[in-house]
């Protein structure tokens, strides 16, 4: 479903962000990606979707190839690709709603969008997405009236509505407290099996992404140093992807917390 | 302990002085001073003439305890009329010609060369003075209010461009990266991403330039322009005190109220 063939980012100062990375993502995989800080985890996913320009190497999302596509190429495929941010990137002097509706600006005209008239079809898409995320009564609130967990909740919703194949998830818990944390961790994968939907979601925390996703990628220096199952993490590939340190404590903790109910 | 800490401990600790040596310090202090001295005894100030002269001021401040608005009311309001009718016009257009330019003016979303272009509007529209713009245009266009409606919807382009663009080049990037990750077209980009985040400055900037281009169609008057300032102008011209004293008074209550809106308006947006 998307295939990365040789991806790399070199920035103007000569940090090579991206070594060469070769990916394959099936469909309907949720895959998570490790790593430091600085190891090319964000400029891997903003890669794909364009929000860096890949210095050289192939992304394919289904048959398009992106890496080549032109402005308006570029802004079709983008529908298909769903983002969700650190700092849920909502735009806060806006609603609720029109944060959720700004996710099919790719789909209509520029004076429908202007003027608020989204189709009907698309409304009540909208107000069915915040009911599943648990926000319906919070449509017509501006979104910097929202606590941490709400906001991300809307900016799972804003990304849905693109009806995308692949969801690109930049650390979407690292703002938010444990608890939430998980909740908005067990919503991304639920909302993405019940949709058949794809996500690469770059995450700090590993015990939380060893909880919840099928597969895990380690970055390190822009290159991949680990690719398997959640198991396969053991204290030594945890080294050779963070360096050196104590890892048994972080891996137990997975066995010994037990799982809250979405509330 | 450390040899570093041991040194340390129990001495004194100050802040480190903005230029390291003592004696450009101190050069630099005495120079300040004895210029601020030979400054102050090089100004010629001829007594007899201020004598003169407080005698008239007198007269004009006497006049302002009993200011005429009756004798020239028609004119008063004609000019006052005018003045309005500059002011909202000019604020309007320049406005809406600023918004673009402030797009292309924003480094973070313009590409060089509209950026060049627009930077370089704005810093002609700065550069030139709101006076020799007027005295320029009244020469091309004759006297009266156009000068002063084209005079200042220029000095606005300049003004409202350049603090908008600095507002846009502020923003969150990440609002803006977010919608430009859903695939919209750069006028919906503009519109949802970076609109929502500039638009209390924006209208802040609007009501401040409102004021401002009042405060100037005054002055724009006494070189031609038209509006209360030529109205003023004949007053001082005919040595009516005490109408250009309610002239005065009448700018002044203006410039207030609008002050008190323009505060009104941009805590409510905020």
Redesign the interface.
Known sequence: MLRLEKLTKTYRTGDQALKAVDLDVPKGQVLALIGPSGAGKSTLIRSINRLVEPTSGKAWLGDVELTSLGGAGLRRERRRMGMIFQEYALVERLTVMENVLSGRLGYVGFWRSFLRRFPQSDVDEAFRLLDRVGLLAMADKRADELSGGQRQRVGIARALIQNPALLLVDEPTASLDPKTSRQIMRLICELCAERGLAAIINIHDVALAQMFVARVVGLRAGAIEFDGLPDGLTPEVLTTIYGEEDWQATIDKVDDEEDEAVA | MSGVLAERIGRPWKKPPLIKSAAWRWGLGIAALVYLVLAIGSIEVNWSRVYEGLERGWAFIVAFANPDFNSRASDITEGMIESVIITITSTVVGIAISIPIALGAAGNIAPMPVYLICRGIVALSRALNEIIVAILLVAIFGFGPLAGFLTLSFATIGFLSKLLAEDIENM?R??A?????????W???I???VQ??V??RLIGLSMYRLDINFRESAVLGLVGAGGIGATLNTAFDRYEFDTAAAILLIIIVTVMALEYLSGIIRARVQ
């Open positions: 969150d990440s609002q990266e977010a919608i430009k990750a859903t695939g919209p077209s006028l919906q980009w519109n949802y991403g929502p985040q638009m209390p």
